[in-house]
Nanobody
Framework: QVQLVESGGGLVRAGDSLMLSCAASGRSFTIYPMGWFRQAPGRERDFVASISWNGGITDYVEAVKGRFTISRDNAKNTVTLQMKSLKPEDTAVYYC??????????????WGQGTQVTVSS
């Protein structure tokens, strides 16, 4: 079992940057590919980015390419999502997930509790 705890959310203005972190504990973190999802009110949980177990392969939804960067530090059991040039449409609860590099939420086995990101215009 892997426990995931997100942090770093908050209220920012359009154009600002924010970095989300996901701290993992429990079973060996390094074997898990990881992902970030987000869920806005009234919407399904949408894929944002994923990273392979060794960080060698990353994937991003088109809407965040060039603005968001996913990375991981296996020595520290953390995954981060650096977000730049934030837009109001990035407003959502952001979730860290473990178990896949796919874009479908059902492929992931473990989830954090989420952290709110609000971008004002």
């Amino acid at each position: 079992q892997v426990q995931l705890v997100e942090s770093g959310g908050g209220l920012v203005r359009a154009g600002d940057s924010l970095m989300l972190s996901c701290a993992a504990s429990g079973r060996s973190f390094t074997i898990y590919p990881m992902g970030w999802f987000r869920q806005a009110p009234g919407r399904e949980r949408d894929f944002v980015a994923s990273i392979s177990w060794n960080g060698g392969i990353t994937d991003y939804v088109e809407a965040v390419k060039g603005r968001f960067t996913i990375s991981r530090d296996n020595a520290k059991n953390t995954v981060t999502l650096q977000m730049k040039s934030l837009k109001p449409e990035d407003t959502a609860v952001y979730y860290c997930a473990a178990g896949s590099t796919g874009r479908r939420a059902y492929a992931y086995d473990h989830w954090g509790q989420g952290t709110q990101v609000t971008v004002s215009s």
